[in-house]
């Protein structure tokens, strides 16, 4: 059974920029989450999204956005980059019969200048 | 509010010595769930195990063992004879209501040939 992929794995932006990162959970995982790891700050919470919808978002600014598309596959949009956002973004997925687990993917790693 | 507490930030363990990661949490729910991850340095997060807040059996899964224990609010993970492969930051996470897991610093485990 495939993993959570990832895309890409590293990706390099300026102040301003906009990215967009890329997640597909597992097969039959209707729920995916969004974390960064930025450097001495461990793993924050950023987004939850199940059946397309969005159910939970941590503290962090709307310039941090996404979506999940019908079929659970799921975008990280963040936009006006800032030196802060370099990081490890990882991507995770819970099925809907076991949601308290979540599997993780291999992340994707920002880094603005 | 949540919170996950690992107070060691770095261990090293010559190889084939027993080593205990710490985890102490913090909830207000009564119903809550507890996870260990292994990040190695490819950066992927490996879930290990779940435990929920009703069981506080511990678990032995072969060289590793989960302590759970309610009265301390702690959730420490031992490895028996540790090994290179070992090397990695361990995360202990705590997942409550709507899917939001609190993760905690980590700790960065370094085992020595």
């Known amino acids: 059974e495939a993993g959570v992929t990832q895309s890409p794995t590293h990706l390099i932006k300026t102040r301003g920029q906009q990215v967009t990162l890329r997640c597909s959970p597992i097969s039959g995982h209707t729920s995916v989450y969004w974390y960064q790891q930025a450097l001495g700050l461990g793993l924050q919470f950023l987004l939850w999204y199940d059946e397309g919808e969005e159910r939970n978002r941590g503290n962090f600014p709307p310039r941090f956005s996404g979506r999940q598309f019908p079929n659970y596959s799921s975008e990280l949009n963040v936009n006006a980059l800032e030196l802060e956002d370099s990081a490890l973004y990882l991507c995770a997925s819970s099925s809907r019969t076991r949601t308290d687990t979540q599997y993780f993917g291999p992340g994707t790693r920002l880094t603005v200048l | 509010a949540q919170k996950v507490t690992q107070a060691q930030t770095e261990i090293s363990v010559v190889e084939k010595e027993d080593v205990t990661l710490d985890c102490v949490y913090e909830t207000r729910d009564t119903t809550y769930y507890l996870f260990w991850y292994k990040q190695p340095p490819s950066g992927e997060l490996v879930f290990l195990i779940r435990?929920?807040?009703?069981?506080?059996q511990n678990e032995i899964s072969g060289r590793y063992s989960w302590n759970f224990q309610k009265s301390t609010s702690s959730f420490n993970f031992t490895i028996t004879a540790s090994q290179v492969v070992d090397s990695a930051v361990y995360f202990c996470?705590?997942?409550?209501?709507?899917?939001?897991?609190?993760f905690g610093i980590g700790t960065k485990l370094q085992v020595i040939p």
């Open positions: 435990r929920n807040s009703f069981d506080e």
């Open positions: 996470a705590l997942g409550g209501g709507y899917q939001k897991v609190t």
